[in-house]
């Protein structure tokens, strides 16, 4: 079965005569409908786009069969996805679909197991992934190079560098007291498509 990406989300109604406010999570919003037919999570409803226009940070879109202010409001927070394989390769070495990263083996410098990744955040200053150790505790990592050196998405595993970690753990402590700040080193996640 092939994965499916998250790209976007209907948001509400706009007017009477059926269209839809969209959010995008693309990197370009407008691509949302470039990807090929959007669905919902269980692929059970597929939806044919239109883009319309903007209103403030939404779409507007024509969604076909849909016509009335009432079929519009309906499909608000139903969250559309893609295929993975609709969507393009990554142009960079260091730049990942936030999706192929989570589930990857997290494994030290030796190939021993350290956990597994499960979610990526960006909280402001760099992507942030979450590992669930073999421990069992939740580890929050830099995704930086000099934390996780070695991204291999083909392979199923990321190696983790636990001095790094440490060390931008520490250097983070400390530009928190100071007041700064220093973005040097991050990889850039990919969001969405």
Known sequence: MTAKICVGQFAGSHGVRGLVKLRSFTAEPADIVTFGPLSDEAGARRF?????GMVKDNFLAKVDGVTSREQAQALAG???????????????????????????RAELADGSLYGTVKAIYDFGAG????VRTAGGPLE?????????????????RIVVD?????????????????????????????EGP
């Open 127 to 130: 992507d942030v992934l979450e």
């Open 48 to 52: 044919s786009v239109t883009l319309q």
């Open 78 to 104: 139903v969250r559309l996805y893609v295929d993975r394989d609709a969507l393009p390769a990554t142009e960079d070495e260091d730049e990942f679909y936030h999706a192929d990263l989570i589930g990857l």
């Open 162 to 190: 636990l001095p790094a970690v440490i060390e931008a753990r520490e250097g983070a402590e400390d530009e928190a007291e100071d007041g700064g700040e220093d973005g040097s080193g991050d990889r850039s996640g990919s």
């Open 140 to 156: 929050m990592l830099p995704f930086s190079k000099a934390c996780v050196p070695v991204v291999d998405v083909r392979g199923g």
